[in-house]
Structures are given as C-alpha cells and as structure tokens.
C-alpha cells in the first residue's frame, strides 16, 4: 500500500489508551515491565495473560474512573461536555475473573472458573480529564490477590472498597505503587511456583 506504514494504522486503531479493551492490554505491558517479565508478544486468544518461567499463570484486570466514550461520541468527535466519570469507588469493578477455557477444547461440562494462580489488577485513577495520563505510573494503583483468596469469595468480579481489603488482610497495604507493587506481587508469584513445585 502506498502512503500506508504500521505507524499510521497504529494511530487510527490503536493509539487511545483510554479506550477500555487497550486500557486493560497496556496495563498487561506495565505489569511485565513492572515484574520483570520477559515475553515475545501478547496472545490475545490465551487462557492467561502472563506465564512466569512457564509455570505460574498471571492474569491482569484493568478499571479506571474515564473511558474514551464518556470523552468522544460515535464519530470519535470530542463531546462538548464529558459524561461524568465514575463518581464513587464502589463503582468500580473487574469483571470477568471467572472463565471457560480458551484452549479450543470445550465439553459441555467445562464451567467458568478461575484459570490463573495471580490476578493482578490494575486502577489508573486520575479523576481530572486534563491531567489523565495512562503512561504516568503516578496515576495507577495496583493490587495483586492470590486464587485462593478469590476462590474463598467466589465471585465472579470484585469491587474496589472489597479488592482493598482483601488485600490490607494479606499485606497489611491497601493500596500498592508502581513502587511498592512488585516485590508484594513477586512474593506471591513465589509462593505459587513452591506450590507448583510441591505438588509435583
């Protein structure tokens, strides 16, 4: 194609990060470069967002106070007026923590579940539209809980007050930094490889 590049096809499909689907791909980027996880490419069809040392399944959830179409309408035009953010923490939630799988073998008795060993989840919560920046790591805020703990809801999504304290229960923080995040996230990820080894 002439006057095309990946460039150019980037910037009209890919490049607002506000937008919920890529949200939720771009913190899968910042949770491996946050780990120190090495990975080739992104499987979008996987039963799990990330694998440490091929053993441990990690899956990422993403949630944030803006999305693009509170911001543009259906021709992608800025709105005059933004539609109001989520107002209350209460009313954010990750979904979608319970699945079938994906491996292209389904039976009928194959029930959602949880498939990964850690769900790490992920909230950009900037609530001024001027100042939102998904690549500021000063606006994200992170929580990693273990299966067992979700297991011991049983839910298939978590709210945020409820997502905090599970977490305070395990680390004594309710809140963890881009900073703070990785060595809570990294124990766990530890535990889960012994566990693994264990039952070998």
């Not at 106070?65 to 035009?77: E, H, N, R």
């Not at 599970?166 to 309710?174: A, F, I, T, V």
């Amino acid at each position: 194609m002439q006057d095309a590049s990946l460039l150019d096809f980037w910037k009209w499909a890919f490049s607002d990060l506000c937008d919920d689907d890529l949200k939720g791909i771009l913190a899968e980027w910042i949770v491996l470069k946050l780990l120190g996880i090495s990975s080739d490419r992104r499987v979008s069809w996987a039963n799990h967002d990330i694998i440490k040392a091929g053993k441990v399944k990690i899956e990422v959830k993403a949630s944030s106070y803006w999305q693009s179409w509170k911001l543009l309408d259906g021709t992608g035009a800025l709105r005059p007026t933004p539609l109001s953010p989520v107002s209350s923490d209460k009313q954010i939630r990750f979904v979608g923590l319970k699945a079938r799988n994906s491996d292209g073998i389904l039976k009928d008795s194959d029930l959602p579940d949880f498939k990964s060993d850690v769900y790490i989840f992920a909230f950009q919560h900037e609530k001024q539209i001027e100042r939102w920046n998904a690549m500021d790591l000063s606006q994200w805020e992170f929580y990693a809980l273990p299966v067992s703990a979700l297991r011991a809801l049983g839910w298939k999504s978590i709210s945020l007050p409820v997502l905090r304290a599970e977490q305070n229960k395990l680390c004594g923080q309710e809140i963890l930094t881009a900073d703070s995040f990785p060595e809570f996230a990294k124990a766990l990820i530890e535990a889960a490889e012994k566990s693994e080894t264990e039952l070998k």
